[in-house]
């Protein structure tokens, strides 16, 4: 018992409240790899005289790059905790951008985007996780906490990048970012030296015999079923994201409103982020995966029938309103069946399905504009992806739970929330 109390002393405690500030702050510098592709890609179609299509590839790269690093991290994660991923990444991000800023040609600028990608992948997944094993009974909140940390960066980075873009130009920017990047992410590694209390020994057996397991398919079935889920639902999330600034370009409203609209949209993301928190720790995950799911089709639908720019500032807004609760709640399933021991390497995966889904989201996106001249067929096939995700995410809710817990594993998880309490 004394052994299981001292093991849990940083649950849930000022210090694991701490640890999450810092991952908060590093999520939202190191989210730069995400956001800045979208605000330069009308100024590097223009110098490099491309497609649209073809300016869309160094996202679809970094989105590669950080879909594949996620599970590298996450690994790292695993294995070494949580200062090794957060060291490669800041070395990562501040050689890509400085490369960036000196490419001469679209293909090795689209390139060192995968280097970008896998900087930011060591600033979102494995701090999830790794804040997940600091919580239990506000785990729902904290997760969603620390993933808005992608969208306080997309609410800070394009209106930034977009003035220093349009003061400075596009390759200074990129180098600026870089040398940024690498000297104010590595001071915040003090905050989160120590290990996770969550992982190894009893407590975590405790756990893996204490939660319901599966929902009737084996680990590596439910693997398989949230990757396809991700895919799909990030595929029809990528459309606005990556092109509403070009969109916005070409319906005549000027590229610096499109970057306010996608500022707007991740601003409201944040708020429906966290709000998913509180409903996942009274719903369950997939639950609340299903409702925003949901909500994301709705806004897409909207974006057929209106253009103006007044209601594209309000539908943004309502997109990332809708559409924030989706990937935290990856973290949170992946923690409810699958061992802590291995949930960074689990949520690695799959954030690399649903990254993979942004890549060929913004990929497709543009090739269909090219092809059609307009966007409108490109956000009718991002609705269809996202009907394939409130699919599954249905399907697994009808689906039973799992065994009940052990008498043994009742008792001890009555005792860890009880200290954790205390």
Not at 46 to 56: K, N, P, Q
Not at 276 to 305: E, K
Not at 306 to 332: E, K, N, R
């Amino acid at each position: 018992m004394l052994r299981f109390a001292a093991l849990h002393a940083g649950v849930e405690s000022p210090f694991a409240w701490l640890r999450l500030v810092a991952a908060v702050v590093l999520g939202t510098i190191g989210s730069v790899g995400m956001w800045s592709v979208p605000v330069v890609l009308p100024a590097v179609q223009a110098e490099f005289g491309v497609a649209r299509a073809d300016a869309s590839l160094p996202f679809t790269l970094a989105m590669i790059g950080f879909a594949c690093g996620g599970v590298v991290m996450g690994r790292l994660t695993d294995r070494f905790g949580i200062a090794a991923p957060v060291i490669c990444g800041a070395l990562a991000l501040g050689a890509g951008y400085v490369a960036a800023g000196f490419s001469h040609s679209l293909m090795l600028f689209a390139l060192v985007h995968i280097l970008i990608g896998l900087g930011s992948s060591a600033t979102f997944g494995p701090l999830i996780a790794d804040t997940s094993q600091w919580f239990t009974r506000r785990r729902g909140i904290a997760v969603a906490i620390v993933s808005s940390g992608n969208y306080f960066g997309g609410t800070i980075w394009p209106p930034v990048v977009q003035h220093f873009v349009a003061t400075e130009g596009w390759r200074d920017t990129h180098i600026g970012i870089g040398i940024f990047c690498a000297l104010t992410m590595l001071p915040f590694l003090l905050a989160l030296r120590r290990r996770s209390p969550m992982v190894g020994g009893d407590v975590a057996g405790a756990f893996i015999a204490g939660t319901p397991r599966g929902l009737g398919l084996s680990p590596d079935a439910l693997q398989a079923v949230l990757c396809l889920a991700g895919l799909s639902c990030c595929v029809a999330m990528s459309m606005p994201q990556v092109h509403i600034v070009a969109y916005c370009g070409d319906l005549g409203y000027g590229v610096a409103r499109g970057a306010e609209m996608l500022s707007l949209m991740l601003a409201f993301s944040i708020f429906s982020r966290i709000a998913s928190g509180f409903i996942a720790d009274r719903i369950g995950g997939l639950a609340t995966l299903l409702l925003s799911s949901t909500l994301q089709g709705v806004a897409l639908l909207l974006y057929l029938f209106f253009d103006g720019l007044v209601s594209l500032y309000v539908i943004s807004a309502l997109f990332g309103l809708f559409q924030g609760g989706i990937v935290p709640m990856y973290a949170i399933i992946v923690r409810q069946y699958f061992s802590p021991q291995e949930a960074a390497t689990r949520l690695g995966i799959v954030l690399m399905a649903t990254l993979f889904g942004m890549a060929l989201g913004g990929w497709m996106s543009g090739v269909i504009f090219d092809l059609t001249g307009s966007y409108e067929a490109a956000f009718a096939n991002g609705l269809i992806w996202n009907l394939v995700n409130v699919s599954i995410a249905l399907w697994l809710l009808m689906r039973p739970a799992g065994g009940p817990r052990t008498d043994e594993a009742r008792l001890l998880f009555a005792r860890h929330v009880g200290n954790a309490r205390g």
